[in-house]
């Protein structure tokens, strides 16, 4: 290979360079083993009631055969799920796999113009959306390809009474679901009713196959679907098993799961590592209810939790979390931004578990380096590279770097995807031709194989772990015609790690933070949506006229 591999000679005691990759073709292959080693396991639980191995089993069984029996789909199409964390998205997520299909990821916070773009550049056929949202489908459904609308309520699978109850008060008493009209639409349940007592026919699933097109943004503002594949994905899993190892006991794991499952993060690290483990995933559905999320933690003995650094800061400033039960924790992993030693040295001292910093990206399934499990103490660095992966830091002529040098990271393993859905020309801006993935992050490597996180070589915001790229947000502020040209750039926030700001030269005078900040409500999703609003009368700019954005992050934040 060329290079050194440090990290090796540092990794934790029986976990060896290389996992098996070929030890299952796919992630159906893996579900189905699970299924029959832990069948009457508790699986998923959500709002107190949960599913048995079993009942995944089953359900995903007629779930699968309503989108190959009754939707006349084919291996290979896409469906969309667009929920939060329910009992029915391991239950879609593994109906659609089973059929052969691909599962796309969709944001339900999306507004119609992002999720119109989703829809239309996956090719989705159909969709299972909470019925919280499914004003936001009917919006755009006829702009897009989508064969078939399945709705489902939160209460649904809860069973009677206390599904209806949860089901009725959030439609009449909150007032949460705001009226829809998608003529010929199924609910989840009669779907699922539909697929029952039918059999399920063999399906040629192979490692390359495409799961999952999970959707990232781009340097050019379009959101693009990252192609991951069967064996992306089988290979992660076993990357984190083998790091995990016996820090993991299996059938005996309660992970809490409050990262969406349509972010990488958990759908990964959470839903498909532990379900390996014949683990159960507890869902939390809408972790932002800090005070309601402590409750239930006060009332599950949970074994592990993955988070963000804002999640982990939430819980710590959250009356009652003191009280929480901490004596089966042995496992704490963050990701998805970076950790602050302040909350990390926080949290060590409320749980007496240190949290463990992991690095990844929705191109690499995600995770590709990992602190050792038994770290004493949080050391600041993302960690190691994991078994099967390669990792190297690069100048801007494409050389490798030696120790303490700054330059990309760059990643090379299985777990890598296939590329962007239908855009070659972004893919090859990011897989070079020996198959290394240039994250667009600026790093460092010690002499012990330890990578740490120096900087961004790229524009995107990372706001609690979801990535933000500034000329979507651009695109959507040129759109105001008082507005003659626009930057948007991140800033650092104590809560959010980065928060969106946007500077503006007005074309109207008139114009006011308000009205930017109303317009922007209506296109983007929360978090992309800028905190900070200034106005200058120009932008800095190089000499060919590019907006030189380090001179606008540089610049003290200024809220309008």
């Known amino acids: 290979m060329g290079f050194e591999r440090p990290w090796l ?14 030890q299952y073709p796919s992630i159906v292959s893996v579900l189905e083993e699970a299924c029959r080693t832990y069948r009457d396991n508790p699986a998923f639980a959500n709002f107190g009631k949960q599913l048995t191995y079993d009942q995944v089993d089953r359900l995903s069984t007629q779930f699968a055969n309503y989108l190959l029996h009754e939707l006349k789909l084919k291996k290979g199409d896409r469906v969309a799920l667009m929920m939060p964390n329910l009992l029915q998205y391991p239950v879609a997520i593994f109906g659609a796999l089973r059929a052969g299909l691909t599962v796309v990821n969709t944001n339900p916070m999306y507004t119609a113009r992002e999720l119109r773009h989703q829809l ?26 989508l064969k078939q609308v399945i709705v489902t309520g939160v209460g649904d699978m809860l069973g009677f009474p206390k599904g209806s109850l949860i089901n009725f008060v959030l439609r009449h008493v909150k007032k949460q679901v705001p009226d829809y009209d998608l003529p010929g639409h199924l609910r989840f349940n009669e779907a699922l009713a539909l697929g029952a007592g039918k059999t399920l026919p063999a399906i040629d699933i192979r490692p390359q196959d495409i799961a999952f097109l999970q959707y990232t943004g781009g340097t050019t503002g379009v959101a693009k679907g990252a192609m991951l594949t069967h064996r992306n994905l089988v290979a992660n899993m076993q ?7 016996a820090n993991a006991s299996m059938g005996k794991e309660v992970i809490i799961t409050a990262l969406p499952l349509y972010h990488i993060f958990a759908l990964t690290a959470n839903c498909l590592v532990f379900m390996k483990f014949g683990g159960l995933n507890y869902l939390i559905t809408n972790p932002r209810d800090m005070k309601g999320f402590v409750a239930e933690l006060r009332k599950i003995p949970f074994t592990a939790i993955t988070g963000v650094n804002t999640l982990f800061n939430g819980l710590l400033n959250t009356p009652g979390f003191e009280k ?34 992991a690095y990844g990206l929705t191109e690499t399934s995600p995770a590709a380096c990992i602190n050792p499990m038994n770290l004493a103490e949080y050391n600041g660095s993302i960690g190691l590279p994991i078994p099967s992966t390669d990792a190297c830091v690069k100048d801007d002529e494409g050389r490798m770097l030696p120790v303490g040098e700054v330059g990309e990271l760059c990643i090379r393993g299985p777990q890598v995807m296939a590329g962007y859905w239908q855009r070659p020309e972004e893919t090859a ?25 120096v900087d961004r070589k790229k524009d995107m915001i990372l706001v609690s772990g979801f990535n933000v790229y500034p000329n979507e947000v651009e695109d959507v502020i040129a759109l105001m015609p008082g507005v003659l040209e626009v930057a948007a750039v991140g800033v650092p926030d104590d809560k ?10 007005k074309k109207d005078p008139s114009l006011t933070a308000e009205q930017v900040k109303a317009f922007c409500k209506d296109n983007l999703t929360g978090y992309k949506q800028p905190r900070f609003v200034e106005f200058r009368a120009e932008l800095p700019k190089s000499n060919v006229g590019k907006i030189l954005r380090r001179e606008l992050r540089d610049a003290p934040k200024t809220a309008a």
Request: aromatic share 8%.
């Open 9 to 22: 000679a540092n990794y934790p005691a029986g976990i060896g360079p290389e996992v098996d990759l070929e």
């Open 120 to 145: 239309v550049d996956s090719g989705a056929s159909a969709i299972v959306v909470l019925e919280n949202f499914a004003h936001v489908v009917a919006d755009v459904v006829a702009d897009t390809p």
């Open 239 to 245: 990357q984190a098993s083998a790091w995990l190892g």
């Open 324 to 357: 929480v039960d901490f004596s089966n924790l042995h496992l704490t992993l963050g990701g998805g931004m970076a950790v602050q030693r302040a909350v990390a040295e926080r949290w060590k001292a409320a749980t007496g578990i240190t949290l463990v910093e």
């Open 429 to 453: 801006k990011v897989l070079d031709a020996e198959g290394w993935l240039h994250t667009g992050d600026m790093a460092k490597m010690d002499e012990k194989g330890f990578f740490y996180i």
């Open 496 to 505: 959010s790690g980065e928060a969106v700001k946007v500077v503006i030269v």
